[in-house]
């Protein structure tokens, strides 16, 4: 799962917090959802901009932060 495919932060949108590209949907968003008990199948039904590859890639960038390493974001301007 490369999740830098689906993750990106732009100081423009949602405050510079990461979000699925494409969406203003911060990663936080999602995980809070799974930690409530939501399948991903809940998500994207609740979510239609998301597919589940996307909700993957949000468990896959908070399992790097839980590392605790300093890791890169792609940066993405609007157009």
């Known amino acids: 799962m490369e ?6 932060v732009d100081p423009n949108v949602c405050h510079g917090k990461a979000c699925i590209k494409g969406t203003r949907i911060m990663v936080s968003v999602v995980l809070d ?4 008990g939501l ?28 590392r605790e390493r300093i890791i890169a974001i792609p940066y993405m301007v609007a157009a």
């Open 3 to 8: 999740w830098q495919n689906y993750i990106t």
């Open 33 to 36: 959802n799974l930690a409530i």
């Open 39 to 66: 399948t991903p199948d809940e998500i994207v039904r609740s979510y239609p901009s998301l597919r589940r590859e996307t909700v993957q890639a949000a468990i896959a960038y908070a399992a790097e932060l839980g």
